[in-house]
């Protein structure tokens, strides 16, 4: 099983980025789908899930109103648009595929990772 993670890289406090996750849709179609991210020297943190079909999603409260998870099942892909970035923000985003259909919020909700890509927010 693979995770291809994209879309990460160097941005300034206040801009953008959009990353992009695909999956084989034999493991994702069905199940609910999520990015973390580990900061240097921190703990893995959940930043945002999507359900099975993308009705339900569900962010931290740090990152809501400034970040958008979606979907698409016809490219078994999940993204994660980042607006208003801010330095505390840099970390390596990690995707991943849920054991179930619904949300969860911790790591061990998640069968599969992908390999992560880098956000670094400068100041």
């Known amino acids: 099983v693979q995770l291809q993670a994209s879309g990460g890289g160097l941005v300034q406090a206040g801009g953008s980025l959009r990353l992009s996750c695909a999956a084989s849709?034999?493991?994702?179609?069905?199940?609910?789908m999520g990015w973390f991210r580990r900061a240097p020297g921190k703990e893995r943190e959940f930043v945002a899930a999507?359900?099975?079909?993308?009705?339900?999603?569900i962010y931290t409260d740090s990152v809501r109103d400034r970040f958008t998870i979606s979907r698409d099942s016809t490219k078994n892909t999940v993204d994660l648009q980042m607006n208003s970035l801010k330095p505390e923000d840099s970390a390596v985003y990690y995707c991943?595929?849920?054991?179930?259909?619904?949300?969860?919020?911790?790591?061990?909700?998640?069968?599969?990772w992908g390999q992560g890509t880098l956000v670094t927010v400068s100041s």
């Open positions: 999507i359900n099975w079909n993308g009705g339900s999603t």
């Open positions: 991943a595929v849920g054991y179930a259909s619904n949300v969860a919020t911790t790591g061990r909700g998640y069968a599969y």
């Open positions: 849709k034999r493991t994702s179609s069905n199940n609910a």
